[in-house]
Structure formats: C-alpha cells, structure tokens
C-alpha cells in the first residue's frame, strides 16, 4: 500500500514538473519570439515558419501605429493646450521672463565687449551709413516736393512768426557790433584809411581839406559822428525796417533758390556731421551695456514681457494645430522608431517590461505544473 502511495507521488511529481517545465519554456520561447530571430532564418529556399520575430516582421507596422499614437493620444492640439498653453503656465513664463531679464540690465560689460562675446561686429559703421544714406534721402525727397514752393508757403506759421521777431534782435546785433568796432583802435584806423582814400580821389579838393584840417585826424572827428549815428534810435529804426522789407522778400523766395544758395552736397555732409555729432555713436559703445539699456527696463518687464508672453499663448493656441502638422510627428516619431535596431528596441522593451515578463514565464510554470498535477490525476484515476 505505502510503495501504490508513492508510486502515485512520484507520477504527479513528475507530471508536475514536466508540465512547469513546458510551460515556463513555452512562455518563454514565445516572449524570445517576440524579438527573434531579428531576420529571417532560410533553409535553402523555405523559410523557417516565425521568423523573424514578431516585432522585427512589424517593425514598420509598430512604427507607424506609434506616431499614430503619439499624435493622436499623446501630444495633441488639446492636451498641449490645456498642460502649457493656460494661465497658470503664461504667469510662470511671464515670471521667470522677467527675472531674467532683470539680469541683463546689471551688466557692466561695455556695449563692445558684450557684442563682441557674441561674435558681433560693431554696428557704428553700419549706423553710420545708414544715417548717411537716410539723410541724402530725405534731403532728395525734401528738395524734389518744394522745390517749387515759397518758403512762406512751406515754413510753419509760428516759425515765421519766430522769425518776424528776431529781425529786431538782429538789428541790434548788428548794430551793437558795428558799435564795437568802430569805438576800436581797428576801426578807427579802417575809417581813416577810408578817409585817405576818399580825399586822395577828390584831387585838389582833398589836399585843400588836408591843408585847413592840418594836424587834426578826420578820424578824430568822423568816428565820435558814426558811434552817434549807430546809436541813434532811428538808426535801428531804419536798419529794422530794411531788414524787415528783406525778409518778407525772402518768404517769396521758391525753396529752388534757397537751395542754390549752398551746395547739395556740402549741406548734405553738413547735416550728416551733425547728426554724427549729436549721436556720438563711438562714445556710446564704450559706456556700460546695462546702463545703456537701462530706460527701457521698466517697460520691457512691466509691460512687453507680459504682453509677449500673453501675445504668444495666444498665437499658440490659434495655430497650435497647423505648428503640430506642419512639424509632422507622426513622421518623425516611425522614421525614428523604423531606424531601431531590433535589438535596441529589445532592449527598451526589455528595460520597461523585464520583470513583467518573467512573472508571465513563472505563471506559465505554474500553469504548466497544474495541469500536470491535473493529468497526473487523471491518469492515475484512468489507470484504475
């Protein structure tokens, strides 16, 4: 009775095993057949039946359904809008924006030192020419419109008006000026000069004068009378209205005239030197870029950053699906996938799903061993 009892442990045993052992080889060989062969195995012409693997035989079928997947479940339009493109994320973007922007306005660099950093030529040249070439174009497009225009046509009224006032500073100039020189030492010698060669013309006229003055200077006479004359108020009186007279010819002057007057070209160099002079480009490169930049900080971070930040959502959102098509994922991700060697993607298989797959190989153990204890049963009870 004891060695029937035994004979019949034995058999289950063995059934048992011989089953774990079939079952967890099977489920094993069939994950291996998943992957391998990775090409396919030729006994002369007849090709050995699973081979290659299955992935390796749908590699292009598994690529594709991948960017499939990745375009259509993962990385879509909708997902994209409602992960990064809201207003908790717009916020944070806006943040950091500005604290780094922040930054650049700190620097002490020169404007030439950071450009260079970056491999940049100075732009002094090249702003200079610019002006140049603005200058001589407006000056062309200034000159063909009023060519034929009067300048009291053209010049702003309150210009005029500006004008109109100052001929009586300049009358005053003018004559405070001829005052000076004339109470001088060079004037005194320009009006007896003047004298000399007026008397020297008058023939024996000018010698009879010469001879009743004696020793007496006209000068010493003539210059005391021309100081009187310039101060004289009628004397400004009628040097202001001359003035007055010659300006308001002046206003009917066409622009043609007024630019005959100076060369085009020495007043086109003349207002470029100018404007070169006023930008003092050269001096601008040496100073601090932070300082540099420094006005436009608080509107750059207060006000663009956040603008451009909200600006940029939005135009994402609008064209966020014509950006994804026109990045073509789905291509990208079954080129990449598709360029796989096979045992790579074993690999990353392996590497996510490894220990998965042996609790698949141990269960078909399991399984393999129940239904070996089942047979054995079986054949025990059908012996009898």
């Known amino acids: 009775m004891e060695g029937e009892i035994m004979d019949i442990v034995i058999l289950l045993l063995i059934m048992m095993t011989v089953g774990a052992v079939i079952g967890g080889f099977t489920n094993s060989l069939a994950i291996k ?28 079928e598994l690529a594709r359904q991948l960017g499939l997947m990745v375009v259509n479940h993962l990385l879509t339009a909708e997902s994209l809008k409602a992960k990064f493109l809201n207003t908790e994320k717009e916020k944070a973007l806006t943040t950091w924006l500005q604290k780094e922007s922040s930054k650049v306005f700190q620097i002490d660099d020169s404007v030439e030192t950071v450009l260079k950093r970056f491999d940049l030529e100075s732009p002094v040249p090249y702003l200079e020419r610019t002006m140049d070439s603005w200058i001589e174009g407006q000056y062309e497009q200034l000159k063909e419109r009023y060519m034929f225009l009067t300048l009291r046509e053209t010049l702003p009224v309150q210009w005029q008006e ?106 086109v160099i003349r207002l470029q030197g100018l404007l070169k002079e006023r930008m003092n480009l050269n001096e601008w490169m040496d100073k601090p870029f932070g300082s540099v930049i420094q006005p436009l900080e608080n ?48 690999e990353l298989v392996l590497g996510i799903s490894r220990r998965e797959f042996k609790m698949i190989t141990y269960l078909g153990a399991l399984l393999g061993g129940l239904i070996g204890l089942v047979q054995g049963v079986f054949v025990y009870l059908t012996g009898l």
């Open 33 to 60: 057949m998943l992957f391998r062969p990775y090409k396919p195995v030729y006994i002369g012409k007849w090709r050995v039946p699973f081979t290659p693997g299955l992935i390796p035989k749908r590699r292009e």
């Open 162 to 267: 500006r004008l109109d006032r100052k001929v009586t500073t300049v009358s005053t100039y003018i004559l405070e000026k001829g005052e000076d020189y004339f109470s001088s030492e060079e004037g005194k010698e320009k009006v007896q000069t003047m004298i000399d060669d007026f008397l020297k013309t008058r023939g024996t006229l000018g010698s009879m004068v010469q001879m009743v003055m004696g020793n007496t200077s006209l000068a010493d006479k003539v210059q005391p009378e021309i100081i009187k004359f310039l101060k004289h108020p009628g004397t400004h009186d009628i040097l202001e209205q001359v003035l007055h007279k010659e300006w308001e010819k002046v206003k009917d002057w066409q622009w043609e005239r007024a630019f005959s007057i100076v060369t085009d070209r020495d007043l």
């Open 299 to 346: 509107r750059l971070i207060e006000d663009l950053i956040p603008k451009a930040s909200s600006k940029a959502k939005d135009i994402l959102i609008e064209r966020i699906e014509d950006i994804l098509a026109k990045m073509k994922l789905q291509e990208i991700v079954r080129e990449q996938v598709d360029s796989f060697e096979v045992s790579r993607l074993e």
